[in-house]
């Protein structure tokens, strides 16, 4: 198969169509995505891409899962809170590397089979550590939704600017009517963006699950 500049590309698949999706997203979002847009992109006709996929729905759960892909479930021996602490460091890292895949999955579940590795290999680990499967349920949602709300409501490329808007908007604010977030400005600016504010919502549920655990075990928390 060629491009429309003859330069000579992998053949026609799935896994190609989604993957030419996924990069077109990235620069222009998922609403710019259509099948038409996508044949001119991979150099072939618009109906050709309706023998792999039946809408665009279908392929933008396609994009989705292939994003979901570049994240490792390979797991050290380390205890199980560090464990699954990588898996939701690498899960922001996906999300922030793909905003519109990631604006996307708000309207649908994260059913796809690449996407539910990570889901399978929290679960191995929450299990593994002595959880219940409804305690373990439960966790890895609660830690799934707090790291992709981090991630949608972040900016990872200028964390720096947002402080300086939110220093800017607090700053603003009449102290009579708003006495404590005027007297918390930097305080304020400084937890809404960046690796630091990501990891103490982090460390603070995985310090309630290892409590919960120990109340469930009999274990004290480590």
Same mark, same amino acid.
């Given at each position: 198969?060629?491009?429309?500049?003859?330069?000579?590309?992998?053949?026609?698949?799935?896994?190609?169509?989604?993957?030419?999706?996924?990069?077109?997203?990235?620069?222009?979002?998922?609403?710019?995505?259509?099948?038409?847009?996508?044949?001119?992109?991979?150099?072939?006709?618009?109906? !050709?891409?309706?023998?792999?996929?039946?809408?665009?729905?279908?392929?933008?759960?396609?994009?989705?899962?292939?994003? /979901?892909?570049?994240? /490792?479930?390979?797991? /050290?021996?380390? /205890?199980?809170?560090?464990?699954?602490?990588?898996?939701?460091?690498?899960?922001?890292?996906?999300?922030?590397?793909?905003?519109?895949?990631?604006?996307?999955?708000?309207?649908?579940?994260?059913?796809?089979?690449?996407?539910?590795?990570?889901?399978?290999?929290?679960?191995?680990?929450?299990?593994?550590?002595? *959880?219940?499967?409804?305690?373990?349920?439960?966790?890895?949602?609660?830690?799934?939704?707090?790291?992709?709300? *981090?991630?949608?409501?972040?900016?990872?490329?200028?964390?720096?600017?947002?402080?300086?808007?939110?220093?800017?908007?607090?700053?603003?604010?009449?102290?009579?009517?708003?006495?404590?977030?005027?007297?918390?400005?930097?305080?304020?600016?400084?937890?809404?963006?960046?690796?630091?504010? *990501?990891?103490?919502?982090?460390?603070?549920?995985?310090?309630?699950?290892?409590?919960?655990?120990?109340?469930? !075990?009999?274990?004290?928390?480590?």
């Amino acid at each position: 198969m060629s491009n429309r500049s003859g330069e000579r590309r992998e053949p026609l698949s799935r896994e190609l169509i989604a993957r030419t999706a996924l990069a077109l997203a990235d620069r222009e979002g998922f609403e710019r995505v259509t099948m038409r847009r996508l044949a001119r992109e991979l150099g072939v006709g618009t109906m !050709t891409l309706y023998g792999y996929f039946r809408d665009k729905e279908e392929l933008v759960d396609a994009a989705i899962d292939a994003a /979901s892909r570049e994240q /490792s479930v390979a797991l /050290s021996d380390e /205890s199980w809170r560090e464990r699954v602490g990588s898996l939701m460091r690498g899960l922001r890292s996906v999300l922030e590397a793909h905003p519109s895949g990631m604006r996307a999955r708000l309207g649908r579940p994260l059913l796809g089979p690449e996407a539910l590795r990570v889901t399978e290999a929290a679960m191995q680990v929450l299990l593994g550590a002595g *959880f219940s499967r409804e305690e373990a349920a439960r966790a890895y949602r609660a830690l799934f939704v707090y790291t992709f709300g *981090f991630a949608a409501f972040s900016s990872p490329d200028d964390p720096e600017e947002t402080r300086r808007r939110t220093r800017a908007a607090l700053a603003g604010l009449p102290s009579s009517e708003y006495p404590e977030l005027t007297r918390s400005i930097d305080e304020a600016a400084e937890a809404m963006a960046g690796d630091a504010q *990501f990891e103490y919502g982090l460390e603070r549920i995985l310090d309630g699950l290892e409590v919960a655990l120990a109340a469930a !075990t009999g274990d004290p928390p480590r």
